[in-house]
């Protein structure tokens, strides 16, 4: 586990954000890193961990565990992960990188973790679209990753990718109005599944990165302000 904080963390005060990484990279992956460090320039406390999976796989490329694995390991460094922040009962916001992200809405909707908010980077929203499958099988797909959000009684911010193929928008904007979810949507435009922008130079990427940790930053913000 690693616990990134600002120079102005104070226990019990200081929002923190748990991130759980990707299905193919862990928690030093440069996207974690990358958003860690953003985030933590805003004044946020973060705190990375590897699923087991990831700790077994010795550089070669494993399948996730399942899902109550998953569920039990995040819920266990929510557990160790209090009590260096203090958070809960201080200000305590959950996530994750797509698989890591969809393992925290299951966490949340279960009821195992009540946070103040929710950050989604990259929710796969359903399995990569291979070919064009029809859209009644794509909507199908999409209700066994979407059927539980409802049941997250705090916001929701869907940070995703353009041209995400793990995430159709129109059915993500679908799903966020029938569930009635609270929170919110940034888009990257022209971002993938990683927010990469296809030809983009150095400083497009950062400015991109930088604006996702602003919207996050905000997001946190006016979701205190609502307890």
Do not use: W
């Amino acid at each position: 586990m690693i616990i990134d904080v600002p120079d102005a963390f104070t226990p019990h005060t200081t929002p923190v954000v748990v991130l759980a990484h990707g299905a193919a990279e862990g928690m030093r992956s440069s996207f974690m890193e990358d958003h860690a460090t953003e985030f933590c320039a805003r004044g946020l406390g973060v705190v990375r961990f590897q699923f087991p999976y990831m700790e077994r796989s010795s550089g070669a490329r494993r399948p996730p565990d399942a899902m109550e694995t998953l569920l039990d390991a995040y819920q266990e460094v929510l557990i160790a992960q209090g009590k260096r922040t203090g958070s809960p009962p201080g200000p305590l916001f959950v996530g994750g990188k797509s698989l890591g992200a969809r393992v925290a809405t299951v966490l949340c909707a279960q009821g195992k973790v009540k946070p103040s908010g929710m950050i989604l980077l990259g929710y796969p929203l359903h399995p990569a679209k291979k070919g064009h499958p029809a859209k009644s099988t794509t909507e199908a797909q999409t209700d066994m990753r979407a059927d539980h959000l409802r049941r997250c009684r705090t916001p929701l911010l869907f940070v995703q990718g353009e041209r995400d193929p793990l995430c159709d928008l129109d059915l993500l904007r679908g799903v966020r109005k029938s569930n009635g979810l609270a929170g919110s949507l940034h888009v990257v435009p022209g971002g993938d599944h990683s927010f990469a922008v296809a030809s983009a130079g150095r400083a497009r990427q950062q400015a991109e990165l930088a604006r996702v940790a602003d919207v996050v930053a905000a997001f946190v913000k006016k979701a205190l302000q609502r307890r």
